[in-house]
């Protein structure tokens, strides 16, 4: 006989679940055997058995409405029973399945050849479709079935069902933020970047293929435990820059809807639109700067703790970015009040051990305590008044920013936008952009946008002027490079610059340190994240209107003369 193993589906019979658990426990001690067992139940699972304690085989006695097709009881000898059989007689449940012989051995399961996956990036767009498609060309190469769902900045797209994911044998996350995971419970799953399906997604598919790892049943249920963690996850999960993605892309549409109802209360009020009390203008500028801008702080810290600790992190997460901002302390509190609820909370989660009756209290109940509390006492007493000193600094200076300064910070701003084109140096400078919102510092967003649209424009200007330093493919993507360029879509380069980036990306470098320098110097401000030109005509939504513009062709020209004049001849 292999091993014993027992899973008890009590719904919501909690009690009813636990004493069933622990009759037979006490009916295998006096047999001399040993069991593992899970129950779940409404609340969670508790002690979640995992495919690799399974393995080998065994016996499984499913107890109650237990899913027994889950991937995870593959191969094992299944035994049913009812949960009011095996509180009323637990001896004879398990000599039920004591004395059943397993059948024979199942013949070696086929290889995989039924992927699904999901891709997402930061802000939604570029990367995450580009990764997508990445994938999709390689699996069809490889002669392999697969189904890829976008996780977008207007939500799932092509979303998997929940025949495809059973269906599949191998599952690939490849996201540069946190993604719920719970659906892929028992599945073989790896995680990964964006960027390794972008560059190369055969090479993705066979490593997933290779080593991808059971995704536990523990975290369906948005159970955190190190215990419940497969190693890969963990693993992927790490990172500050990932956890600040995480909140940044989620904090981006609290500052979209904001910034552009504020700008809509002045096109209709003027600037002092907030003091016009029961007027249509009064009313958009209440929702956009009393509302939606009071959330943005909360967000990111909420969901870069969320990233960290899951479900249990969000409310100290959120808890503490608001007396961050109730401090003075803004986005730079917010982004330390995330980290301390997210790694606080998990540390909790970690090491507090409790008894099998209240273990379901943890994630709703003893997790957000901890966390809320560790996070709120560090912000008043240790954390918030530095922070909240260090961001008017900071805020003080930008505002007071004029001539070589302003220059400075634009190149800079704009050469950083353009070097990685959505990558991790073109992202630190959006989310410091972007974080500045909150404290009301708006010419930097301006200075970062224009200088993100400088390169897909320049690309596709330049493909038009000089057709012989481009390819016939190049030439014919670029009415497509420029919209993408016109909608504050910096990737639209990225094709551009992987042929030929040493002296593609130079080029863009310059021509957005320009564009960025133009707008700081004009004192452009931006009241929103996105949205590239197609946010301009409104009203108030960026003012200096003609300079901006100015700094956009100021830009795009001079990096697209600079690849007229450097790039080769393809033939």
Not at 181 to 205: C, E, H, V
Not at 262 to 267: K, R, S
Not at 358 to 380: A, D, Q, S, Y
Request: proline content about 6%; hydrophobic content about 50%; some cysteine.
């Amino acid at each position: 006989m292999g091993p014993l193993f027992a899973s008890i589906a009590a719904a919501d019979r909690t009690v009813a679940g636990v004493l069933a658990a622990e009759a037979l426990r006490h009916a295998a001690t006096a047999k001399g055997t040993a069991i593992d067992i899970e129950v779940s139940t409404t609340e969670g699972v508790l002690n979640p058995l995992v495919r690799s304690q399974m393995a080998s085989g065994g016996t499984l006695l499913a107890v109650g409405a237990v899913n027994t097709a889950d991937p995870k009881f593959a191969g094992l000898h299944i035994i049913p029973t009812g949960l009011d059989q095996v509180l009323a007689d637990p001896h004879a449940a398990l000599a039920q399945a004591l004395h059943s012989q397993p059948p024979a051995a199942d013949a070696p399961a086929p290889k995989p050849q039924r992927i699904v996956a999901i891709t997402s990036c930061p802000t939604g767009i570029a990367h995450t479709f580009m990764a997508a498609e990445g994938l999709q060309q390689a699996a069809k190469e490889l002669g392999i079935a697969m189904r890829v769902e976008t996780q977008g900045s207007v939500g799932a797209q092509d979303a998997l069902t929940d025949a495809e994911i059973a269906a599949a044998d191998v599952v690939i996350v490849a996201a540069d933020r946190q993604v719920e995971l719970g659906r892929f419970a028992g599945k073989r799953m790896l995680l990964s970047g964006t960027k390794p399906a972008i560059n190369d997604g055969k090479a993705l598919i066979r490593r997933a293929l290779a080593e991808a790892q059971v995704q536990e049943q523990g975290q369906a249920r948005g159970d955190t435990s190190a215990a419940s963690k497969p190693a890969a996850t963990a693993k992927a999960r790490t990172g500050p820059y990932k956890h600040l993605m995480t909140g940044v892309s989620f904090m981006l549409p609290f500052i979209t809807a904001g910034g552009l109802l504020i700008a809509l209360a002045f096109a209709f009020g003027g600037i002092y639109a907030y003091q016009h009390s029961g007027t249509l203008a009064y009313a958009l500028f209440q929702i956009g700067a009393k509302s939606a801008f009071v959330l943005i702080v909360p967000a990111l810290a909420g969901y870069i703790a969320y990233s960290i600790a899951d479900r249990p992190g969000i409310a100290p997460g959120m808890i503490g970015g608001l007396i961050a901002a109730n401090l003075g302390a803004g986005f730079l509190g917010g982004i330390v009040a995330g980290f301390i609820a997210g790694y606080g909370t998990d540390w909790f989660n970690r090491h507090l051990r409790l008894h099998r009756s209240v273990e379901g209290l943890k994630p709703v109940l003893i997790l957000p305590l901890l966390g809320t509390l560790l996070t709120g006492l560090l912000m008043i007493y240790v954390v918030g008044t530095p922070v909240a000193h260090a961001l008017a600094f900071l805020t003080e200076w930008l505002k007071g920013m004029q001539g070589a300064s302003a220059v400075v910070l634009g190149m800079l701003l704009g050469a950083m936008m353009a070097f990685d084109m959505g990558g991790p140096v073109n992202k630190a400078a959006y989310t410091f952009a972007t974080g500045l919102l909150a404290s009301q510092v708006f010419t930097p967003m301006a200075a970062v946008m224009v200088a993100g649209m400088t390169p897909p424009l320049a690309v596709a200007l330049a493909s038009w002027l000089f057709p012989r330093r481009f390819t016939l493919e190049e030439r014919e993507a670029g009415g497509a490079t420029a919209l993408l360029g016109l909608s504050f879509i910096t990737e639209g380069a990225i094709p551009y610059a992987a042929r030929d980036p040493l002296r593609v990306i130079p080029a863009n470098m310059v021509g957005s340190a320009v564009a960025g320098a133009i707008s700081m110097v004009a004192g452009a401000q931006l009241r929103v994240p996105h949205g590239g030109v197609f946010v301009l005509p409104i009203p108030n939504a960026v003012t200096h209107l003609g300079l901006y513009v100015v700094a956009l062709a100021a830009g795009t020209a001079v990096s697209a003369a600079l690849l007229g004049l450097f790039k080769k001849s393809v033939g």
